[in-house]
């Protein structure tokens, strides 16, 4: 089985698309990678992946989200498939959780024989039960062909449906609160306290006082993204508009709002990631935080793909906004 320090050795050999490399970081800095950053199902051959975001504490990856496309991103972020552990997933929309299943199926299938531990709303449990029960033709087979471990003896859903504590181990304390996304009631943005600092993931919002109280003070929030002149480009490109168009203002978080709640919740450092429309290369940088910056003067990172962001620097960071200098420190993965 593939260890950390393999993993650690290919994240140190990468160079990124600007020239820097990612060996600035030790092996076990907490550093969070962008898996996808596009919001919504549909899937595009260019450009940003289906949502998922990766928190790695000492080498343990702790997945937020399981979008189409998951399982890949992990391996181009250098983590072995073998090496899942912690799986959590904010709401059941399927840019959340389609590769839930296929997920631990690839980290099966590349050799894990220990527990996986996926965390999740209501009805987590159902679909992993559901997915388990579509491979269980194949997984019979391999198991007694191959002499693998029982995949079904690995999976261990948690479920929880209201906000509070979710998980707690020596490297992290893990809490949810609810969040705003109808219809979705049970749609969750989780805090994950570390040693070297707090990191929040928003999941699929609207405005949510509730999610400023959970962010309060945290090092990194990253925040979905919603690009009001972009919502209009994008609803003449599907069948559903008008429908399409009152979920997206509804249920998701307009960019100047997002700049209402970093300043509010007082964070360090805001990432935008699961951008909608996410697809659509015109819409610059400076576009996507000109609304944002109305509100917040921190340091704004617009997500990428395989950005890799350490944790330890946002929470030094503090009277550094400096956009371009956040560039340097946030590193991409080739
Ligand atoms: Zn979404
Ligand atoms: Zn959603």
New binding site residues.
């Given amino acids: 089985m593939t260890d950390i320090k393999e993993l650690a050795s290919r994240a140190g050999r990468s160079a990124s698309k600007d020239g820097t490399s990612v060996q600035s970081t030790t092996e076990r800095d907490a550093r969070i990678i962008l898996l996808g950053t596009k919001?919504?199902p549909r899937i595009v051959s260019e450009g940003r992946k289906n949502?998922s975001t990766l928190l790695l504490l000492g080498g343990v990856p702790y997945v937020v989200d399981c979008g189409y496309g998951t399982s890949m991103q992990l391996q181009r972020a250098g983590v072995p498939p073998n090496m899942l552990r912690y799986i959590f997933i904010t709401h059941h929309?399927s840019?959340?959780n389609i590769d839930l299943g296929p997920l631990i199926y690839n980290a099966w299938a590349a050799g894990l024989k220990t527990p996986v531990e996926a965390y999740g709303p209501p009805p987590i449990k159902e679909i992993a039960k559901a997915f388990l029960d579509y491979a269980a033709y194949d997984v019979d087979i391999r198991v007694k062909d191959e002499g693998r471990v029982d995949l079904r003896e690995l999976v261990v859903a948690h479920e929880f449906d209201r906000p509070g504590l979710v998980m707690q181990n020596d490297q992290v304390r893990v809490t949810a609160t609810r969040v705003r996304h109808p219809p979705i009631h049970h749609s969750y943005a989780f805090r994950f306290d570390t040693r070297e600092g707090s990191v929040v993931v928003s999941g699929?919002t609207t405005y949510s006082p509730e999610l400023i109280e959970l962010a309060m003070g945290a090092d990194v929030l990253v925040h979905e993204a919603l690009y009001l002149p972009g919502l209009q480009q994008l609803l003449q490109r599907v069948p559903n508009a008008a429908t399409m168009r009152e979920h997206q203002l509804a249920s998701h978080t307009a960019t100047e709002d997002v700049g209402r709640v970093a300043v509010a919740a007082g964070v360090k450092t805001l990432v935008l990631s699961?951008f909608v429309p996410g697809d659509d290369p015109s819409i610059t940088d400076d576009e996507w935080t000109e609304g944002i910056r109305k509100h917040f003067s921190g340091r704004i990172i617009v997500g990428k793909d395989l950005m890799v962001i350490p944790v330890r620097s946002q929470r030094l960071g503090r009277g550094m906004p400096s956009h371009a200098r956040c560039r340097g420190e946030a590193t991409l993965l080739p």
Wanted: hydrophobic residues 0%.
């Fill in positions: 919001g919504g949502p929309h840019d959340h699929d699961h």
